[in-house]
Structures are given as structure tokens and as C-alpha cells.
């Protein structure tokens, strides 16, 4: 090794007494430090997950919700068209009935206007 030939082997070991620590403790540390950011990060997943599961819950149980509305609508429009053809059917009924005892009255005085002329006729031939 022509190109050491100035470094002793003394040198190189005192070199490597003063440097190993450190980059031991320098390999410690970064060791540490992915380990702590692999829990974090694992951590951080598991939080995530729990949130998007509970956010998943309540977005099927809206939408189980809104159907349901939306059938509940469906069927109060049906029964309101129901109501509002019932309403219908009773306002002709009840101009049908109108006329009728319209009617009948127009009879009724009539039959009471000939018989209070007939009453009054006798009495005139008394």
C-alpha cells in the first residue's frame, strides 16, 4: 500500500477510538429516528383509518336516511293526490247535491204556492 505509507497503523486506530462512538452513536440515533417516524406513521394510518371508517358509517347511514325520506315523499305525494282527487269527487258531490235540493225546494214551493192559491181560491168562493 504505497499511497498509506505516511499513516501509521497507530494513527488508524486512534482514528477509528475517536470516531467509532460518534458514528455509532450518530447510527443510533438515526436508527431511533426511523423507528419513531415508522410509528408515527403507523400511528397516523391507524387514526386515518378509524376516522374514514367512521366517516364511511355515517355517510351509508345518511343515505339509508335520505331514502328513506325519499320514500316517505313519494308516498305523502301519492296520498296528498288521493286527498286532492277525494276533494274533487266531494265538490261535485256536493254541487250534484246542491242542485238536487235546489231543486226540490223549487218543487216544494211550488206545491205550496198552487196550494195556498187553491186555498185561497176557496175561500174567495165562500
Known amino acids: 500500500m504505497p499511497w498509506i505509507t505516511w499513516i501509521s497503523w ?15 452513536v450518530a447510527g443510533i440515533l ?7 417516524t415508522n410509528k ?5 394510518d ?3 383509518d378509524k376516522h374514514t371508517k367512521i366517516v364511511v358509517e ?6 339509508m ?6 320514500s316517505y315523499h313519494k308516498e305523502m305525494v301519492a296520498r296528498q293526490i288521493e286527498i286532492s282527487q277525494s276533494l274533487d269527487e266531494l265538490k261535485y258531490s256536493f254541487e250534484n247535491h246542491r242542485s238536487t235540493v235546489v231543486h226540490n225546494h223549487d218543487i216544494i214551493l ?3 204556492e ?11 168562493s165562500e
Not at 11 to 24: D, Q, R, Y
Not at 40 to 44: I, R
Not at 58 to 63: E, I, L, P, S
Not at 65 to 70: K, R
Request: proline share 2%.
Open 10 to 24: 497507530a494513527a488508524i486506530f486512534t482514528f477509528i477510538k475517536a470516531w467509532l462512538p460518534l458514528v455509532s
Open 46 to 48: 391507524g387514526v386515518i
Open 65 to 70: 336516511a335520505v331514502s328513506e325520506m325519499i
Open 30 to 36: 438515526f436508527k431511533g429516528y426511523l423507528h419513531a
Open 58 to 63: 355515517r355517510v351509508d347511514k345518511a343515505g
Open 114 to 124: 198552487t196550494i195556498k192559491d187553491i186555498v185561497i181560491a176557496d175561500r174567495k
Open 40 to 44: 408515527f406513521y403507523s400511528w397516523a
Open 110 to 112: 211550488t206545491g205550496i
